[in-house]
């Protein structure tokens, strides 16, 4: 290589790194953003077992989950000198439905008849905490990394209209997650994004839990376009893939009924209109 190019190429790169600067320096020192979004969730497919001998129970044709559901999500963002960004989240899913059982359906060893008029909640809002690294530190631009841990707080209640059969089960516990969020400007308002947490280990390395032989996963990941309306106010469109589940026997199993082994797969689709409000910065 010739010593020409090999000073070109210093340039460059001692240009690269003052324009990066620059950009952070342009990004607000302290800055608090709010986000919602408002939409519809579709269950793309949906199963659960409940004991070794149970029934795969799938929702969208056992369980009346055909239908489109209202999505809400909001979240809140703490900025630091433009790199450092904690965002906190609550995500509600409640999905409950009322159907008449076609076939046999066997939970945790109690068996619901054919003819059952069957009540049935499927709950899974959780709440997130993450921090994100931006690699370019711009206040247009963004390539983030970090983590997120994530509480679950799983309800699945199978009910006779009656009352005189049922079946619960709950569960919380923590989920780490791995997060990748990108912000693209294609002019001066319009900008496009994507962002993803995602996971997939065994029970006991999610958990900390040794009694516990399950394999879980979990991917939210979603594309969105947007447009800056004022220096405050951002809308944007949003589609979004949110799945996961678990597989596996707990030998920590404290129900009543059943041998503690679940199988919990769900896939959903949200389209969305979502608004983000800028706080004014604090420089």
Known sequence: MRRSQIVA????????????????????????????????????????????????????????????????RLSAELSLNGRHTLVFLVQPLDLQTQVVLRRDVTIDELTFPEGTNLDVRYAFPFYRASYLYDLLGGPERELSVGASLQLRNATFVFTSADGSLRRTSRDVGPVPLLKVRVRWPLGPNWWVGLEADGSYAPAAI??????????????????????????????????????????????????????????????????????????????
């Open 206 to 283: 999610i958990n900390g839990d040794s009694d516990s032989a399950t394999t879980g996963a979990l991917l939210d990941a979603s594309l969105r376009g947007g447009v800056r309306i004022t220096d405050q106010v951002d809308v944007f469109l949003n589609l979004r893939y949110l799945g996961g589940g678990a597989r596996g026997t707990s030998d920590d199993n404290d129900d009543e009924f059943g041998d503690g082994f679940t199988s919990n797969w769900l896939s959903t689709a949200t389209v969305s209109l979502g608004v983000q409000y800028r706080l004014p910065a604090l420089d």
């Open 9 to 72: 190429g210093m340039v460059a790169w001692l240009f690269g790194m003052a324009g990066a600067a620059h950009a952070a320096e342009d990004a607000p020192r302290v800055e608090l953003r709010a986000v919602g979004e408002l939409g519809f969730l579709d269950v793309l497919a949906h199963s659960l077992r409940q004991g070794s001998d149970g029934t795969i129970f799938r929702f969208p044709e056992d369980g009346g989950q055909d239908n489109l559901y209202t999505f809400v």
